[in-house]
């Protein structure tokens, strides 16, 4: 499967033409790797079966795209791209992921100081060679200097959403061969932390040794550490390593509970069966007599402990053992339980879709209502809605609403930037005709805390207001929360009676696990979001259940999982 290998490629080459500040062609790029990421098959399957025809029809990709996907899938490289990379011999993809710079700015620091790396970066901004360049100062170099520490801070960490298309694959690809019998990823995968710093997969086999041969064969493996009997340990070639465990079927329960984690509850647990004179580890519960109790499922440990079944995500030792035993675990939300999405930005806006495929696809996916929420005016660089776009935007959706009538309710909304001082960039009027209104921050992400806590409450005490979305705007890997007094907005959402958003993007989960938990004690009510700026992101809502899981929110405190009226009802009072 080269469809991952494409992709990235793709957004290399709009990479180097953004840096060139070549006009439209990036877009064309970056639309054409999101039309293979969304592909659901083999890339080659999908041209042997379409011709490059079929390529040519998939949004983004003219001739001289599909050309390209050609001569990589015959050649194994593409000679524009290589030759873009020897002209510019950098980094790109580390670079790009620093916060604060873009690919121009890139393009002008190998230019004008021969940065190539990240630490050539990070060396210039200490010996203030930067800040010297005309149209850069001090403030830039600062910038990239915090841009490149949280970066590291990351520590190489792997965003879970992100990575999840290419374990699915793997497993695909492992059951495919018919050499196992029960599969599970585990870790910090199974438990849905936000991003993981490896997977660990568990197997039972009736043939060990073929499917270990079989396994390092995965044609995403670029490296093997080593590869054994039951066991072997590999690097893909996005650098994400994956370990893969044989166990007997006896042992497969005591084998998941055991790598499933975390270590802080493993450990709570084992000293649960040591009080009672017993020995958990990875092949069983044994009482004293190394008799084994249970281990070939995880329910069976959990229940001779005494313990209800605990969902993988509330396995942090949080409280979560002390509840299981005495039978009191909260009842968490459920996977595909939401009705609606109500963030969603379109072409109207920095969406890659018009409205209607937006809808037709969260038809597909068996939503019963979205709100579109294109951002408003002040964010130009997204290209945000006016007023007056605003109502010709209502009239598409008063025409969608009824072309899709009884399948899906299309309702109007916003993603309105929130000013500095803490007023909104649209007027009240335009936003009293909206039936669902979340406001955001996109500037002045440095103020200081008191300022910025209290410029985000001056927003939500606007009366038409309904919802903070991504409250703390942190991106995961990089760029840390905007100072703010967290418990703060979250008391103040409870005596306003405000909606807080769980932002389902993969680089964004946000709010956190812990703040959703605080929501969840204090009755703070939510809704999870999928903030999808294309077809292909509607499914990130389920990442977005993952990490209300991980704050043991339960479907009351989530209102879109509300069929529409109800949701519309508890909106407004
Ligand atoms: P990661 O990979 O850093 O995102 O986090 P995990 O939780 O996947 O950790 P990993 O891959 O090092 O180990 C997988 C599981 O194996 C871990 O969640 C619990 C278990 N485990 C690993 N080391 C220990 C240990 O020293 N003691 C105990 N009790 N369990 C361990
Ligand atoms: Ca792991
Ligand atoms: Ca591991
Ligand atoms: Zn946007």
């Not at 980094?91 to 050539?120: F, H, Q, V, W």
Request: glycine share 6%.
């Amino acid at each position: 499967m080269k469809n991952f290998e494409i992709v990235k490629l793709l957004k290399m080459m709009a990479l180097y033409l953004k840096m060139k500040d070549i006009k439209f062609k990036p877009q064309a790029y970056e639309k054409a790797a999101y039309s293979i990421e969304a592909l659901d098959e083999d890339i080659d399957d999908f041209i042997r079966k379409n011709g490059k025809e079929g390529l040519k029809n998939l949004p983004g990709v003219g001739e001289s795209i599909a050309n390209k996907i050609i001569e990589y899938l015959k050649t194994g490289k593409i000679e524009e791209l290589e030759k873009l990379r020897k002209e510019v011999p950098i980094d790109i993809e580390k670079l790009t992921n620093i916060e604060g710079i873009g690919a121009k700015t890139i393009y002008r620091l190998y230019k004008s100081l021969g940065i190539k790396t990240l630490e050539d970066l990070e060396k210039a901004c200490l010996e203030h060679k930067i800040s010297k360049l005309p149209g850069f100062g001090i403030k830039i170099e600062e910038k990239i200097l915090k841009g490149i520490k949280f970066y590291k801070e990351g520590g190489g960490r792997f965003i879970l959403g992100y990575i999840t298309p290419i374990v699915e694959n793997l497993i695909f690809y492992l059951r495919e061969s018919n050499l196992v019998t029960k599969i599970e990823v585990c870790g910090s995968y199974r438990r849905k932390k936000e991003t993981v710093g490896d997977i660990d997969i568990l197997v039972t086999s009736k043939k060990a040794e073929s499917l270990i041969k079989y396994f390092v064969n995965f044609t995403e493996i670029d490296y093997i550490y080593g590869k054994g009997k039951t066991k072997a340990m590999v690097r893909l070639k996005n650098g994400l390593e994956v370990d893969l465990r044989v166990v007997e079927d006896k042992s497969f329960g005591a084998a998941l509970a055991y790598f499933t984690g975390s270590k802080e509850h493993n450990i709570k647990m084992r000293e649960l069966a040591i009080k009672r004179g017993w020995k958990l580890n990875e092949y069983g519960l044994f009482d004293k007599n190394e008799r084994m109790i249970a281990g070939k499922t995880e329910e069976e440990i959990y229940r001779k402990l005494g313990l209800q079944w605990i969902p993988p995500e509330m396995r942090e030792d949080k409280g979560e053992i002390e509840l299981a035993l005495e039978n009191h675990l909260p009842k968490i939300i459920e996977y595909n339980s939401l009705k609606g999405d109500l963030q969603i930005q379109t072409n109207w806006s920095d969406g890659q879709n018009s409205i209607e495929e937006i809808t037709k696809e969260a038809i597909k996916l068996g939503l019963s209502y979205i709100c579109i929420t294109d951002h408003t005016k002040s964010l130009s660089v997204a290209g945000g809605l006016d007023e007056k776009k605003f109502l010709d935007q209502f009239k598409e959706i008063d025409r969608l609403n009824k072309k899709f009538k009884g399948k899906i309710t299309i309702l109007k909304g916003a993603e309105v930037n929130i000013n500095k001082d803490g007023t909104l960039d649209i007027s009240d009027e335009i936003l009293s005709k909206m039936d669902f209104v979340g406001a955001a921050i996109h500037s002045y992400f440095d103020l200081p805390k008191k300022l910025q806590t209290e410029r985000i409450k001056r927003a939500l005490n606007n009366q038409h207001v309904d919802c903070l979305f991504h409250p703390t705007g942190r991106i995961i890997n990089r760029r840390p929360a905007y100072e703010i007094d967290i418990n703060e907005i979250i008391e103040f959402a409870k005596k306003n009676n405000k909606l807080l958003e769980i932002d389902a993007y993969p680089d964004r989960l946000d709010l956190k696990d812990e703040h959703i938990r605080k929501c969840v004690e204090i009755g703070v009510r939510m809704v999870i979001d999928s903030d999808a700026h294309s077809v292909l992101h509607l499914k990130f809502l389920n990442l977005g259940i993952a990490q209300a899981r991980r704050g043991w929110a339960k479907s009351e405190n989530i209102l879109n999982t509300l069929p529409l009226k109800d949701f519309l009802k508890k909106l407004k009072n």
